[in-house]
């Protein structure tokens, strides 16, 4: 298995440019995750999706942060406006969980946001 | 909702000594606690986890030990080498599973060689 495969490694911006993250899962995962690491704040998890559906999108910083996931290998996390405190490491990661499955967070090599 | 508290930040060590790291959390009803290493530049991959109903696990050089009265679970890393040298996060969730962990602050091990 390839792993959870992120895109881009890196984006650079310009604060008001809007910008999508993309991810797909490791085939078979039922849930995924999208977190934040910034040496402020460290991990944060900004919302999770299970079965596509979004269960807890409480982590998400405001509106111009919005995540989908349309099919159960790819999901998007935009941001629209950007602005340079957005700058941080994205990461992506997938699980599988259910009753009697309880697999550990898979993470992705994360996409590092520079916002100018 | 919960709170990880992670000591120490940063942690050097000899090769070959012991390394422990501690957290501690805030909600009782907390019951998996995983532990990441990240290297630089790459991605969090799990360790070792434990869940609640045991008090302590072991792999290799590699031990966890929990404490559900204190509410604090530790790291151990014995026979240290120049290649564990990374950074460290703890977690915990109330959900049994990776759903919804609070991640520690993470702790910078450097071992010397």
């Known amino acids: 298995d390839a792993g959870v495969i992120q895109s881009p490694r890196h984006e650079v911006t310009e604060m008001g440019q809007e910008v999508t993250l993309r991810c797909k899962p490791i085939?078979?995962?039922?849930?995924l995750f999208w977190y934040r690491q910034t040496m402020m704040r460290g991990l944060e998890l900004l919302i999770y999706?299970?079965?596509?559906?979004?269960?807890?999108d409480s982590g998400m910083p405001e509106d111009r942060f919005s995540a989908k996931m349309p099919n159960a290998s790819f999901s998007t996390l935009k941001i629209q406006p950007s602005e340079p405190r957005d700058s941080a490491v994205y990461f992506c990661?997938?699980?599988?969980?259910?009753?009697?499955?309880?697999?550990?967070?898979?993470f992705g090599n994360g996409t590092r946001l520079t916002v100018t | 909702g919960e709170n990880v508290e992670q000591h120490p930040s940063t942690l050097s060590v000899q090769e070959g000594d012991s390394a422990v790291i501690k957290c501690t959390y805030s909600?009782?009803?907390?019951?998996?606690f995983p532990w990441y290493k990240q290297e630089l530049g790459k991605r969090p991959q799990l360790i070792i986890d434990?869940?609640?109903?045991?008090g302590e696990k072991k792999d290799q050089r590699i031990a966890v030990t929990l404490n559900k009265t204190a509410k604090h679970f530790s790291l151990h890393i014995t026979e240290t080498q120049p290649e564990d040298s990374a950074v460290y996060f703890c977690?915990?969730?109330?959900?049994?599973?990776?759903?919804?962990?609070?991640f520690g602050s993470g702790t910078q091990l450097t071992v010397l060689p």
């Open positions: 990661a997938s699980s599988l969980l259910g009753p009697g499955d309880n697999s550990p967070l898979h």
């Open positions: 085939s078979g995962h039922n849930s």
């Open positions: 999706f299970n079965n596509n559906v979004p269960i807890d």
């Open positions: 909600d009782s009803a907390s019951n998996y």
């Open positions: 434990i869940r609640s109903n045991v």
């Open positions: 977690a915990a969730s109330t959900s049994g599973s990776a759903r919804q962990l609070t």
